[in-house]
């Protein structure tokens, strides 16, 4: 069975600055996708970020990018110029057919 | 684009009554849905994989005559919780996957809290 795991439950980051959150997974699976969802307060689940595993270039979306390292299966996520509505639980999530999330980051954001 | 409206967001119910949620894709079609549980500071949990007219595929230790799953048409999914019980009390999320436009990736509703006194 496909596993993610996050080994950060927390992570604090200054206002402006840049973090990363960690994410491996375990797969026997070759072609399968990887996302980055945030939940904030409210619960609600919003997409960050998706990269398909074919493909080698790393995923970007304004300030929030990938650092995606197939052999390894490593799917760290790199925030930028971090924002106090950045603040929130980080997943990472496993695709092929059904989604399997990690644990979950909570990222705190400090003024 | 891909909207995932779920109803009621909220709900409190006696013990032993059966409640439905309601899932539904607003601008997409999606053959597929999924439905999860998700405890106080937990991840999400999958309880069972909805397609459009057929059965749902459940999770391993999913009651699924407690959780009774319909997924009528491409845009609308409910899950029912039968003779809900205290330990029933949870937030739970749906999910729709579009059958066109990125496969892959889900895109969720905003959640249910279910209270059961």
């Known amino acids: 069975a496909q596993t993610v795991t996050q080994s950060q439950p927390e992570m604090s980051v200054q206002e402006a600055e840049t973090v990363t959150l960690s994410c491996t997974y375990d797969?026997?699976?070759?072609?399968?996708?990887l996302f980055w969802y945030k939940q904030p307060p409210s619960r609600q689940m919003i997409l960050v970020i998706r990269q398909e595993a074919y493909k080698q270039q790393n995923a970007t979306e304004n300030r929030f990018s990938v650092n995606f390292q197939k052999a390894a299966k490593s799917f760290s996520l790199k925030i930028s110029d971090s924002q106090l509505g950045d603040a929130a639980m980080y997943f990472c999530?496993?695709?092929?057919?059904?989604?399997?999330f990690g644990a979950g980051t909570r990222l705190t954001v400090k003024p | 684009g891909a909207v995932v409206s779920q109803h009621p967001s909220r709900v409190i119910c006696k013990s032993g009554t059966s409640v439905k949620i309601e899932c539904r894709s607003l601008d997409f079609q999606a053959t597929t849905m999924f439905w999860y549980r998700q405890f106080p500071k937990k991840s999400l949990m999958l309880m069972a994989t909805s397609n459009e007219g057929s059965k749902a595929t459940y999770e391993q230790g999913v009651e699924k005559d407690k959780f009774l799953i319909n997924h009528a048409s491409l845009t609308l999914s409910t899950l029912t919780v039968t003779s809900a019980h205290p330990e029933d009390s949870s937030f739970y999320i749906c999910?729709?996957?579009?059958?066109?436009?990125?496969?892959?990736?889900?895109?969720f509703g905003p959640g249910t809290r279910l209270t059961v006194l």
């Open positions: 999530a496993y695709s092929n057919n059904d989604m399997r």
């Open positions: 797969t026997s699976e070759s072609d399968y996708y």
């Open positions: 999910s729709a996957r579009d059958r066109v436009v990125n496969r892959d990736t889900q895109y």
